[in-house]
């Protein structure tokens, strides 16, 4: 007896290569069909006529399986949403390392999709859904900025560079120069858009006023959180949101040996990025909550920069409930989240070579 059918999706910009299989309650995998279609629309639906044709017995589910390939993905995985198939996106490495499990030595888009076939067929997988259209445009945006001053950033570093070189160019600094007035006009421009498209939707707008009470939290920052979450709605808990962004805990331990235990660092780096500016401001604006942990942990270790990662872990989380509660920032206030589900009574601990979080209730 057949219990799911999985179709396996190997994208390229150009061309996706196709791989149908199905599993039997032996949990033994057995492959279907394959086929390649043109990334296009037209080849969407040529997919879906292909789908109807072998997927012969429509009372058992069928889940889709794709890697994430920059943005060649996001159209077919968006039209087959919009048909209503089950599609789920995994990380280029996590399916790397289970066809790696699966033994293959060679590698091709016909074995890539194979693989995900299997694999989807073999693995209850996260369900995929689109980022919404406002915050998939705040998105650009909010990347924009962060592209342009990372240029700047370069130019700057090179024009310094220049001027206490041994002899001069004063037409490269020169020209250099314009260019960084060039890319300051431009983050001005993208900053108004930001605001304008934040103040463009009344909830997104009253939510991010009540947000930005708080010191340190910047439209900016803001934006940039709620762009790379989705507005946090692909979040059941605090939990899921601090493991996407890569605060989560993660040990190294095995028998009698004990390593060293300190946070994954495998999320979202833009958000790590945009937070750690604001963990400063917030300690140097000695806000009470966000003071008390710094100084509490900062006594267990003396390390400075994990105490700022502590606060930068806690500003996430208070952003999180207070957008979730759609209330306004209050320093005195204590979050209650599943009876403090000791958010707030472990955030960060930094023994002698651990990376725990940990917090004492108020």
Request: charged share 25%; glycine share 4%; hydrophobic share 35%.
């Amino acid at each position: 007896m057949n219990l799911k059918y999985s179709l396996g999706l190997d994208v390229s910009s150009k061309k996706i290569d196709c791989s149908l299989s199905v599993i039997d309650e032996n949990q033994r995998v057995t492959f279907k069909s394959k086929t390649v279609i043109n990334n296009t629309l037209s080849g969407f639906r040529i997919l879906q006529d292909w789908i109807t044709k072998h997927h012969k017995e429509p009372s058992i589910p069928l889940v889709v399986c794709m890697e994430a390939t920059g943005v060649y993905h996001e159209n077919c995985a968006l039209y087959l949403f919009e048909k209503q198939y089950k599609v789920s996106i995994v990380l280029p490495n996590k399916a790397k390392k289970y066809l790696e499990c699966l033994g293959l030595k060679s590698k091709n888009d016909t074995i890539d999709a194979r693989g995900l076939s299997q694999m989807g067929a073999e693995q209850r997988l996260e369900l995929w859904q689109p980022l919404g259209r406002f915050y998939y445009e705040l998105r650009h945006y909010t990347r924009q900025h962060q592209n342009i001053q990372e240029l700047k950033t370069v130019i700057s570093n090179q024009i310094h560079a220049l001027e206490h070189g041994m002899y001069r160019a004063d037409v490269v600094i020169t020209q250099l120069k314009s260019t960084i007035e060039l890319l300051n006009s431009q983050l001005k421009e993208i900053d108004k858009k930001i605001k304008q498209h934040i103040k463009s939707d009344p909830l997104v707008y009253q939510k991010c006023k009540n947000i930005l009470f708080m010191k340190g939290i910047g439209i900016l920052t803001l934006a940039t959180l709620l762009a790379e979450t989705n507005g946090f709605e692909l979040f059941k808990n605090y939990k899921q949101l601090v493991s996407y962004v890569g605060y989560d805990v993660v040990e190294a331990q095995s028998g009698t040996r004990v390593g060293k235990t300190k946070i994954s660092k495998k999320g979202n780096s833009r958000i790590r990025r945009a937070l750690h500016m604001p963990s400063l401001v917030v300690i140097n604006s000695k806000e009470k909550p966000f003071l008390n942990l710094y100084d509490r942990t900062l006594e267990k270790h003396g390390i400075k920069m994990k105490s700022y990662v502590a606060v930068q872990k806690k500003l996430l989380v208070m952003v999180y409930h207070l957008w979730n509660k759609n209330e306004k920032y209050d320093p005195n206030y204590q979050l209650n989240i599943l009876e403090k589900e000791q958010e707030l009574s472990s955030l960060l601990a930094f023994e002698k070579g651990t990376y725990a979080y940990s917090e004492q209730k108020k």
